[in-house]
């Protein structure tokens, strides 16, 4: 092709096939704006949970894709590629179960039959995940995301397990219709249905209309199928203890163990509940009274905030045991099932929040224990001004009137809460009751970030600032604090943008505010001088010459340009090598030869795309009646679509304008061996911190985090946000006060929550820092501000432990033993001794304390657990007619085989 080539001739091919893509364009503009708007009418059409009504899961990877393909809400800035067939299979195990540690909104969502159906028609793929929608509880709808699975297995024939999955729903009668599909030879009238357990047979599952979740049927446990014998009895304990006998591994988790040393069987993701009454066991005063009975006397039916007293009676059962000395391993099965009954949030096999299952259970216990039979009305005071002293008792007095149990003796302190008019002299001050401290590890209501600053001299490298700043405020905001930090007069030039894999995956405009960054965003932060009429920005990729379509083969640091919109080839090429002069292990011309001389001429090489069709790198599209260009470079600059993929049409290295557009992809495929001699990807590895990165990335000493540190941000006075104002009785109006919190009564048992988790938005996140706290001597009389009573020193007995990520993860707890002052590590099953110098870790959620002053004395062992079976049996055999009816749990059961393998693995 001539340079005199005019670029009318030049274009003419690539313009005609502008047209009909621009016509493509447009219908597929189309086609994502119905799918938003279909799906959007139809969530909000099918928003309320129906009883009964078919649901779906579905892989929430492909649910983000889409949703980023079709722009679906305004955060996302780039549109994505769309998105192939929906692939759920990642989410099953090989039996179609879910598999264990995936979670709702982190690996899956819930979506309606009518969505899902959408989604199949346009995308296809599955497998379909169908649950139903479920009441329990108190009349709770909730999606039965996870099956109960369990095993059928027939007295004749230890062997032999037929693994069956049901809704907690099903009844009775369900299950015997399974067992007569599955062996044809069995009749209703020769056969029982039994729960089972190592051996034996803890309950007759006599009633066929009652569902599973009544039964209390656990997932992983046996239904054993009882057959009558020919001469028309029924087996006998003996000839079950013969034919079913429980592994070494059985006899270990039944051995006696010493009391308060013993562990609680994993029932399915209940390591959260598990870690929670490991801790709270070992709260001496409350398990002795509890174990002396003494709790009979306050349980309060009357009360409409109870749970009938039920709550209180299974736990008694359950510390009876785990202070027992006859069993290793306590299986939770009845307090499980009382709790789902009375929370249905924790009624399934999800993994739950340690601590919010602590907070439910203490309320719980303290409504079942309240002694106070009729509650009177009683309005909140404030100071007005009064002594602190006065306002402080008679708000206690108050709450007494209304709450006096077991657990407020023990558990609930007071703080003072004062919250200041920031525009006018009003100041509110209140004493409110608590049962434990929740205390941030960080600043509540601020962003600690990290942003890679580019400056607009493109010969200074990129450097780390670290920023700190409320999380509530505008992107502007953190435009003008990046200024002040980096030295520049003009914020507005600053274009702030998140990296990913190499390539921009969204630019943070003025519609986006700091708290829309999360902790796994890569901020880069670009100076790009002032914007004008004639100049656009674009946005750069590195690319590998000899690869394939494939953003796997991205390398470096993206960059961003603002150039002049009818630059040329040449002019452009400069830019970019001026742009890229940090990342450059050397020199490199700026001028392209357009002849071959000293650096060799490169040549687009033809290849085949993933559907095997050829392309030239700067065009998808051959046109044979012309030659590919030919210039002489480092790499060459090709077009690029919003998926970093090549585009049509092509850049041509002459003296004519490129017509460039805002926000244009433009890929530099670098010729191999130009690429390992010129660029240094070290440096776009790491950029130079600059000092205000050591409090964010943890290398200064102010982010050497204590709990003394933490508990004074507890205390720390804060404004609040606009989304959490205040409303000022002299104002009028609602205002952003000041508020702040103060210690003024503290109990004789301390619970401690260390805020790891934070939520915003979409967005929740997890704090790993390790929190440096006292096993003993705790002093919180810098954090008093009311009467010490003589007492503020605090020992450690009991830490709840998170390990893992966000949506799953395992926990376990350390509890200290009262008689041996032992440290244990109770993981579910497992308890064993630990060493004092493991206790404080990035893992340590809940600390429990008690006063120094409270001497717990050696554990005195109850009298031997009283195991009531009403169902007996004689020697000869033969059972009478009650023990047909019912039978007791065993809680000193075998535990079978096969529930121990699939429950001992850690929670993921």
């Known amino acids: 092709m001539s340079d005199t080539e005019s670029s009318s001739d030049r274009w003419k091919d690539s313009e005609e096939l502008s047209s009909s893509e621009v016509e493509e364009n447009e219908q597929d503009e189309l086609r994502k704006q119905n799918e938003k708007t279909t799906i ?103 999606v039965e995301v996870r099956l109960l699975n369990f095993n059928l297995v027939r007295s004749t024939n230890a062997d032999e397990l037929i693994p069956c999955q049901m809704s907690k729903t099903a009844r009775t009668q369900d299950i015997m219709d399974k067992v007569l599909e599955t062996w044809p030879d069995l009749t209703p009238k020769n056969i029982r249905l039994w729960d089972f357990s190592g051996g034996s047979r803890l309950k007759h599952l006599k009633d066929m209309t009652e569902d599973l979740d009544s039964h209390q049927i656990m997932r992983g446990q046996k239904i054993l199928v009882e057959e009558r014998k020919k001469n028309g009895k029924w087996p006998t304990d003996r000839f079950y203890r013969r034919n079913f006998q429980p592994t070494s591994r059985n006899s270990y988790y039944s051995s006696p163990t010493l009391p308060g040393q013993t562990g609680l069987c994993n029932l399915g993701n209940t390591c959260f509940m598990n870690s929670s009454l490991q801790c709270l066991s070992s709260v001496a005063p409350l398990t002795d009274f509890f174990l002396s009975g003494r709790y009979r006397t306050d349980i309060n039916p009357q009360n409409p905030l109870s749970m009938n007293g039920e709550l209180a009676e299974d736990y008694y059962e359950l510390v009876k045991e785990l202070w027992s000395s006859q069993t290793s391993v306590v ?128 010969s200074q490298e990129p450097i780390r600032y670290g920023i700190t700043m409320d999380k509530h ?158 210039y002489g470079a480092i790499f060459n600059l090709i077009p690029l679509d919003n998926y970093a993929y090549p585009k049509r049409g092509s850049f041509y290295n002459d003296d004519q304008p490129l ?112 929190v440096q706290f006292p096993l003993e001597g705790l002093d919180l009389s810098n954090h008093l501000v009311g009467p010490s009573d003589g007492e503020v020193i605090y020992d450690l007995h009991a830490i709840s432990n998170h390990y893992g990520g966000l949506g799953g993860g395992h926990y376990t707890a350390y509890t200290k033993h009262r008689t041996t002052g032992e440290w244990l590590s109770c993981d579910d099953s497992s308890v064993s001794p630990e060493s004092d110098s493991r206790l404080v870790s990035s893992a340590a959620y809940v600390l429990f304390y008690k006063k120094k002053s409270l001497e717990y004395s050696s554990f005195q062992e109850p009298e031997e657990l009283e195991i009531s079976n009403e169902e007996t049996y004689s020697s000869s055999g033969e059972s009478s007619e009650e023990s047909s009816d019912e039978t007791h749990w065993n809680n000193n059961a075998m535990y079978h085989d096969q529930y121990y393998d699939e429950f001992l693995v850690p929670d993921v």
Not at 523 to 535: F, K, N, R, V
Not at 571 to 579: K, M, P, R, S, T
Request: one cysteine or more.
């Open 40 to 142: 959007k009418q139809l969530q909000a059409d099918h928003s309320k949970l129906v009883e009964d009504a078919s649901y779906y899961i579905l892989d929430i990877k492909w649910w983000n894709r889409w949703k980023s393909h079709v722009c679906y809400d305004w955060k996302s800035s780039f549109p994505q590629k769309k998105p192939h067939s929906i692939i759920n299979d990642n989410l099953l195990n090989t039996d179609g179960s879910l598999k264990r540690g995936k979670s709702e909104r982190y690996d899956y969502i819930i979506v309606s039959e009518p969505v899902w159906e959408k989604l199949i028609e346009w995308y296809g793929g599955g497998p379909a995940i169908v649950r139903k929608c479920v009441k329990s509880g108190r009349n709770h709808l909730s």
């Open 331 to 458: 299986e939770p099965r009845q307090f499980k099932y009382t709790l789902g009954k009375f929370a249905p949030q924790f009624s399934g096999y999800d993994q739950h929040d340690s601590q919010e299952l602590l907070a439910f259970l203490l309320d719980g216990l303290h409504e079942d224990l309240n002694r106070i039979t009729d509650k009177p009305f009683t309005e909140k005071l404030e100071s007005d001004g009064r002594p602190d002293e006065i306002v402080a008792a008679e708000s206690w007095d108050r709450h007494k009137l209304r709450n006096d149990s077991i657990i407020v003796d023990n558990f609930q302190g007071q703080l003072k809460s004062t919250v200041k008019c920031p525009d006018c002299d009003r100041v509110s001050t209140t004493f409110d009751p608590f049962m434990y401290l929740s205390i941030p590890l960080v600043r509540e209501g601020l962003s600690s970030l990290t942003i890679t600053y580019h400056p607009l001299d493109s």
């Open 473 to 630: 405020v505008p992107i502007q905001s953190l435009r003008e604090e990046i200024a002040q930090i980096a030295g520049i007069d003009k914020p507005n030039n600053l274009v702030i943008m998140d990296v990913y894999q190499h390539r921009f995956t969204k630019r943070f405009t003025d519609r986006f505010s700091v708290s829309d960054i999360s902790n796994d965003d890569i901020i880069h932060a670009y100076d790009l001088g002032e914007p004008d009429d004639e100049s656009v920005l674009i946005r750069i990729i590195n690319r590998k010459s000899d690869s394939v379509i494939s953003k796997k083969d991205l390398f470096g640091a993206p960059l961003l340009l603002r150039v002049d919109k009818k630059c040329t080839y040449r002019q452009l090429y400069a830019n970019v090598i001026e742009a890229l002069t940090p990342y450059l292990k050397k020199p490199v011309s700026k001028e392209i030869e357009l002849q071959e001389g000293n650096v060799p001429v490169v040549q687009s090489a033809t290849h085949q795309s993933a559907h095997n069709r050829p392309y030239y790198y700067a065009s998808r599209k051959i046109v044979p009646d012309k030659e590919p260009p030919k």
């Open 659 to 770: 017509d460039l557009r805002e926000n244009d992809q433009i890929g530099l495929n670098w010729i191999t061996d130009y690429r390992l001699k010129f660029y240094d990807e070290s440096v776009a590895k790491k950029a130079k911190s600059h000092e205000s990165c050591k409090e964010i990335d943890g290398n200064g000493e102010d982010r050497n985090l204590t709990l003394d540190k933490c508990l004074s941000l507890f205390t720390q006075e804060e404004q609040l946000g606009v989304n959490d104002t205040w409303y000022c009785s002299a104002c009028s109006e609602h205002k952003q006060a000041f508020k702040k919190f103060d210690l003024y009564k503290l109990p004789d048992q301390l619970i401690i929550h260390l805020k790891r988790f934070s939520y915003d938005g979409m967005w929740r996140d997890k704090l790993d820092d390790v």
